[in-house]
């Protein structure tokens, strides 16, 4: 019996020091994270997304229940000035474009490239480059 509950408690003892082995794994790669409402500017932007920081640069992540309004040629920037700030005509001055709105509801996530050094922006927003209409964003800081 004592042989039994000896074995049973080091196999317990194993799981429990690998899960946490594979905790802390996890927290070394996810440097820093932060979540983020969307703020409307011309239309109504539901759901949140995650800036996040690993070994492998900066990640934005907009979540399972994101969705807003379809409009053709929308765009994901990072701009250097706070949404408050910006207007559509505005947008392309401040910012650098990370690429095509993936699609108008769902999970979705962009790279940021290793050569953007993101101190210098304040937002990344969803812009309609056609028209020059900005549909909202969040601030980063």
Known sequence: ?????IITAAI?????????????????NTVQSSQHKFE?????????AMLSKSE?????QFSDDFK???????????????????EGETVDQ???KIGVLKSKKGQQSYII???IDLSDYESVVIHCEAFS?????????
Do not use: C
């Not at 492998?56 to 934005?60: A, L, M, S, T, V």
């Not at 765009?75 to 949404?83: A, E, G, N, Q, R």
């Open 1 to 5: 019996m004592k042989i039994t509950s």
């Open 12 to 28: 317990f003892s194993v799981s429990i020091l690998s899960a946490g082995t594979a905790v802390a794994q996890i927290n070394a």
């Open 40 to 48: 409307k500017k011309r239309y109504k932007i539901d759901g949140t």
């Open 56 to 60: 492998n640069g900066y990640e934005i």
């Open 68 to 86: 807003t309004k379809g409009g053709p040629d929308l765009k994901v920037y990072l701009s250097k000035k706070p949404v408050s700030e910006l």
């Open 94 to 96: 401040t910012s650098v």
């Open 113 to 115: 490239p290793d050569t």
């Open 133 to 141: 209409v900005l549909w909202g964003g969040f601030d980063i800081r």
